[in-house]
């Protein structure tokens, strides 16, 4: 079956690692990918929920990969050299990230609300993002590479991605932001329209 864009993507993310950990793996796709494709050499798909768990453990059937059943790190003793943690919200992804292993891993990272929110996190919690990307699917999904590492990101960065700013396949995605937040600007309050306009000038100033 076709993949969507994001799951293509996120795989071909995994090119040239060795051991996957895919957390909250759902259907496991994005690993049977990149081990059908050769990306990598085996995978770990683990998820908080027993009935995910068993669609990825019957999708990787065939596969050298094994399913566990885990709350973000805190089950997995399984070495591996990248960690995906995608479709969530980002609050989500700092909780589970406050637990992830100190070894120098890849984090692969897409959340699927507030981006500012989860750099804001990674500054703050000596992570380091090594590069940034969007991908267009039904939605924009902005996807982070990540290192343990230190970063300073002023209030521009946090807004825009310190390296999607300068990515021109990032602009539609700056325009799409522009265009939804003109529409709340009648619905809120004078303070909360003060900070719509402010972040809307942020992503004009990219264009």
């Given at each position: ?5 994001r ?14 950990l895919?957390i ?11 081990l ?5 050499k ?11 768990l068993?669609?990825?453990q019957k ?9 566990i ?8 003793h399984?070495?591996?050299d ?6 969530m ?12 292993p ?7 990272l897409?959340?699927n609300?507030?981006?500012e929110?989860?750099?804001t996190y ?17 939605f924009f ?6 290192k ?5 990101l002023?209030?521009?960065d ?18 799409k ?6 529409k709340?600007l009648?619905?809120?309050d004078?303070k ?9 000038t ?6």
């Amino acid at each position: 079956m076709a993949r969507s864009k994001r799951i293509t993507f996120l795989a071909e993310l995994t090119k040239g690692y060795h051991t996957v950990l895919d957390i909250g793996s759902d259907h496991g796709y994005v690993l049977l990918e990149a081990l059908q494709k050769g990306y990598i050499k085996k995978g770990i798909a683990s998820d908080l929920r027993v009935e995910p768990l068993l669609q990825a453990q019957k999708n990787l059937e065939n596969q050298d990969a094994k399913t566990i059943l885990s709350d973000g790190f805190l089950n997995i003793h399984e070495s591996f050299d990248l960690a995906i943690i995608s479709g969530m919200g980002a609050y989500l992804i700092g909780d589970i990230l406050n637990h992830a292993p100190k070894d120098d891993i890849t984090y692969i990272l897409q959340a699927n609300d507030k981006p500012e929110i989860l750099r804001t996190y990674l500054m703050e919690h000596g992570f380091m993002i090594t590069d940034e990307f969007v991908v267009r699917d039904r939605f924009f999904y902005v996807i982070m590479k990540v290192k343990r590492g230190k970063m300073a990101l002023n209030s521009k960065d946090l807004i825009l991605g310190p390296f999607l700013k300068h990515k021109s396949e990032a602009i539609p995605y700056f325009e799409k932001k522009i265009q939804m937040l003109s529409k709340l600007l009648n619905q809120v309050d004078e303070k909360r329209k003060q900070e719509i306009k402010e972040l809307i000038t942020i992503y004009q100033s990219n264009l």
